[in-house]
């Protein structure tokens, strides 16, 4: 399946590494897919939140199931409908946030042509700091096509560390479109406007158990520009970032006292 897949990689990787200490590690170093017994509406839950069940083991346990070896899920998280939220891994200091410089080296191309959407969605957001602006040198996130073979899927983005948002952000425009067309330069808008929410912080909506929820925005969001590639439609259709995605970035990014960034 198509995914946004090599920043979905990087949310499980951290994911583990941040809750692989108080697990048993004989458990991860069972390398044999395990799914036995497990019903398929857990397990296609578990591929909607984003999960690649070719390569992810699942074993029931008491109240629930381990994931991949260390990720525990109760029963009830994987049998809500909905569990769709804005929820960041991340978050870029207040200062930096409010000008971001942002290169576009993707060239005279469809990916190209849709950058200015790309950063516009997030820069059209009223009542937020966050602002992203076009330079031609010395960016803060240089957005480039990928080499070939570098990654699978449309986009990378890159999470903040320190407060400092991503750096690079990719775009493959070998990838074509869910309905098997090349890309437009509007959906390679709406595609870089989910990059750059990995940039600033956000991870996908699915997966937000990995991390903070922005407070005041609900778990049944189903239209968030953050929703990975379990559903790509929802990018590829996007005519606009969703409204609880502006309310997570103007509680992220603001000069509210109630603000996340610092
Ligand atoms: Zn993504």
């Not at 198509?2 to 004989?26: E, H, Y």
Request: aromatic share 6%; glycine share 10%.
């Amino acid at each position: 399946m198509k995914t946004f897949k090599l920043a979905m990689l990087i949310v499980i990787a951290i994911g583990m590494t941040r809750c692989s200490s108080d697990v048993d590690n004989d458990v991860q170093q069972d390398s044999t897919i395990t799914q036995q017994d497990i019903s398929s509406e857990i397990l296609s839950k578990l591929q909607s939140m984003g999960f690649d069940m070719d390569k992810t083991s699942v074993t029931s346990t008491k109240g629930g199931y381990i994931v991949d070896g260390d990720i525990f899920f109760t029963e009830e998280t994987l049998k809500e409908d909905n569990y769709q939220k804005q929820a960041f891994f991340g978050i870029v200091n207040c200062n930096r946030a409010g000008n971001i410089r942002i290169q576009n080296a993707l060239g005279n191309n469809a990916a190209g042509r849709g950058f200015q959407r790309g950063i516009n969605l997030w820069n059209r957001v009223n009542n937020t700091t966050l602002r992203l602006v076009e330079v031609t040198s010395n960016p803060d996130i240089l957005v480039r096509l990928a080499r070939p073979g570098e990654i699978g899927g449309w986009g990378l983005g890159e999470f903040p560390t320190n407060g400092v948002e991503g750096g690079l952000i990719i775009l493959n425009l070998n990838e074509p479109s869910i309905d098997g067309d090349p890309v437009t330069a509007r959906e390679w808008g709406n595609i870089l406007t989910h990059e750059i929410g990995h940039n600033i912080g956000f991870l996908h909506a699915e997966q937000g158990f990995f991390g903070t929820q922005v407070p005041g925005t609900p778990n049944n969001d189903t239209s968030s520009i953050m929703t990975s590639g379990s559903n790509p439609s929802v990018v590829f259709n996007a005519n606009n970032v969703s409204v609880n995605d502006r309310r997570a970035v103007r509680r992220m990014y603001s000069n509210r006292s109630n603000r996340l960034c610092r």
